[in-house]
């Protein structure tokens, strides 16, 4: 069974914290970039979430939200993603992931998320 409380880190050294998980499959923590990241200026930031309801399914699909606390912008990253449990009772998160920043104008929205 695949939970998602506690801590996780990524191939690339971000690490997420699910610090609160209730029996409704919402959730919430902090995200934290790891050097691939490349900016210096991104502090621990607040996600919210949500999950299946793991009695339903095994190795459930979740989704959560990171607003990054930043000086210069705002921004926000939603990621998707299902949690599998291996053989050997490992679980690992496979997720993707869409940012966005907030754009000056309609006309800069085409480059406001990646």
């Avoid at 050294?13 to 050097?35: A, E, H, N, Q, T």
């Avoid at 998707?80 to 006309?107: F, I, K």
């Amino acid at each position: 069974q695949c939970l998602l409380s506690g801590s996780w880190r990524s191939d690339t050294g971000c690490r997420m914290v699910i610090s609160v998980l209730s029996k409704d499959g919402s959730f919430s923590g902090s995200y934290l970039p790891g050097p691939a990241a490349g900016n210096s200026e991104i502090l621990t930031s607040p996600l919210e979430g949500s999950q299946q309801d793991t009695e339903l399914v095994l190795q459930p699909i979740f989704s959560f939200t990171v607003h990054w606390q930043l000086q210069e912008t705002a921004q926000t990253t939603a990621f998707l993603g299902q949690c599998y449990v291996a053989t050997n009772g490992e679980e690992t998160l496979h997720a993707m992931w869409l940012l966005r920043e907030a754009s000056s104008s309609p006309d800069e929205d085409w480059k406001a998320t990646r």
